[in-house]
């Protein structure tokens, strides 16, 4: 059974389009969950690590937060550049901290 | 600042040919990692080294041999390539196990 489960597959916006980006996750003992930001053609780039349920980051128009089963990436009045595959990945207890990653949302924002 | 170096960008093999994707980080961390991505998959760990002298297999290690070089070099090997290891292939590294890992921009492999 999937342990990380990300949804939509993939979500069109509007620039200025408010919208969450969501990660499920089935594990137990979580140690960390990831935020990852994928470009055509490149390698995934690291945005957020939240620990603990209730933990919440920011980076300009991106705001990452975590419960005990899911975590959300909210954007922000999104701009064209903002366009990209996000990904998220977990790490738990008792899998010497190997990274589980999740399928990916592609988000496209439009002028 | 280079982080993460993968060769090569691409590459075409015959089935059975043999080669190896080097990765070099110069970070100084401890930790590396090879991943592979395929429509619809995800990200799957290959192999890991946590530190310098250690390698263990990720989650599909079957077909794939590595080596961690030194500190900063970690090379992942296909011996005998078959048309089922046609992927993109990620070398990452972190400061340590379940630190946030810092990605190459990846081999793009094809078997004929």
């Known amino acids: 059974e999937d342990q990380v489960t990300q949804s939509p597959e993939a979500l069109r916006l509007q620039e200025g389009e408010s919208s969450s980006l969501n990660c499920s996750y089935t594990?137990?003992?979580?140690?960390?969950l990831f935020w990852y930001r994928q470009d055509p053609g490149k390698g995934p780039e690291f945005l957020f690590t939240?620990?603990?349920a209730g933990e919440e980051k920011e980076k300009e128009r991106l705001k990452a937060t975590l419960t005990k089963k899911e975590s959300f990436l909210h954007i922000t009045a999104p701009k064209p550049e903002d366009s990209a595959t996000y990904l998220c990945?977990?790490?738990?207890?008792?899998?010497?901290?190997?990274?589980?990653f999740g399928t990916g949302t592609r988000l496209q924002v439009t002028l | 600042n280079a982080g993460v170096t993968q060769t090569p960008k691409f590459q075409v093999l015959k089935t059975g040919q043999s080669m190896t994707l080097q990765c070099a980080q110069d970070?100084?961390?401890?930790?590396m990692y090879w991943y592979r991505q395929d429509p619809g998959m995800g990200l799957r760990l290959i192999y890991y080294?946590?530190?310098?002298?250690?390698?263990d297999k990720g989650e599909v290690p079957n077909g794939y041999n590595v080596s961690r070089l030194n500190k900063r070099e970690f090379s992942l090997r296909l011996e005998s390539a078959a048309p089922s290891q046609t992927s993109v292939y990620f070398c990452?590294?972190?400061?340590?196990?379940?630190?946030?890992?810092?990605f190459g921009d990846g081999t793009r492999l094809s078997i004929l």
């Open positions: 990452a590294s972190s400061q340590d196990m379940g630190k946030p890992q810092h």
């Open positions: 594990v137990s003992g979580l140690r960390g």
């Open positions: 939240l620990y603990s």
């Open positions: 990945a977990v790490i738990w207890v008792g899998t010497a901290s190997k990274l589980t």
């Open positions: 970070m100084n961390h401890n930790s």
């Open positions: 080294s946590a530190s310098e002298g250690t390698t």
